[in-house]
């Protein structure tokens, strides 16, 4: 089973239309993220959350707000989706170790398109 | 502020040719870096990082980087490509060595194809 897993893996809406997008993971690290990747532009973080009474805004995050539920589960949402934000949506988690060397592990993405 | 640049959004090179990817960053001091690739419809997966004082890094398929303090760069290599190799390559930095509350910042990607 996959240690990352993100609901849907695709997605359809209209404008206006609330957007909810879901990650578990099983890996038992502390921090999760959310980030969205267009093309040409690479990677860019939304959220994170260093554990779940801590959340941190990234450079993208204005027309999203997120939860951390629990240690495994960190969702993201849109309230009133917009065409602009559809792109291929990543959740990732990670145990930073010692000094912050250890790497992210990603999720297989969402993709959403916003009509 | 931090940055990552990988010169070519696009590199194309034949079956068993050498496969360079460049990365270079912008810390004031040596940072963590990671290369990540991500194959079709896939998320990404960690390809190597560079983490200690070695700064010839091996990773997964063959894959090799090196760190280059003086030139700011953690190029990517692959002495033969094949054609299983053809997806898109991520370079990324956690510029606060040292601090458990760093977060990466990520290059804009570099699309590999390799011709038969």
């Known amino acids: 089973d996959a240690d990352v897993t993100q609901t849907p893996r695709n997605r359809i809406t209209k404008t206006g239309k609330r957007i909810m997008l879901e990650c578990s993971q099983t890996?038992?690290?502390?921090?999760m993220y959310w980030y969205r990747q267009d093309p040409g532009l690479g990677l860019r973080l939304i959220y994170y959350?260093?554990?779940?009474?801590?959340?941190n805004k990234g450079e993208i995050s204005d027309g999203y707000s997120v939860s951390r539920q629990a240690q495994a589960k960190f969702s993201l949402s849109l309230e009133s989706a917009i065409p602009n934000q559809t792109a291929l949506y990543f959740c990732?988690?990670?145990?930073?170790?010692?000094?912050?060397?250890?790497?992210?592990?990603f999720g297989p993405g969402t993709r959403l398109t916003v009509l | 502020a931090q940055s990552v640049t990988q010169l070519g959004s696009h590199v194309s090179v034949s079956e068993g040719a050498l496969v360079l990817l460049r990365c270079n960053y912008s810390s004031s001091v040596p940072p963590y870096l990671f290369w990540y690739v991500q194959y079709p419809n896939q998320g990404l997966q960690l390809l190597l990082k560079y983490t200690s004082a070695a700064t010839l890094v091996k990773g997964i398929n063959g894959f090799e980087a090196e760190f280059k303090k003086s030139e700011t760069s953690f190029h990517l290599t692959k002495p033969s490509a094949h054609m299983s190799d053809a997806a898109e390559y991520f370079c990324a930095v956690r510029p606060d060595r040292g601090s458990t509350l760093g977060r990466l910042y990520f290059g804009r990607g570099t699309q590999l194809t390799v011709w038969p």
């Open positions: 990732a988690t990670s145990d930073p170790g010692q000094g912050g060397r250890n790497e992210q592990f």
């Open positions: 890996k038992g690290h502390d921090r």
């Open positions: 959350s260093f554990d779940v009474k801590d959340i």
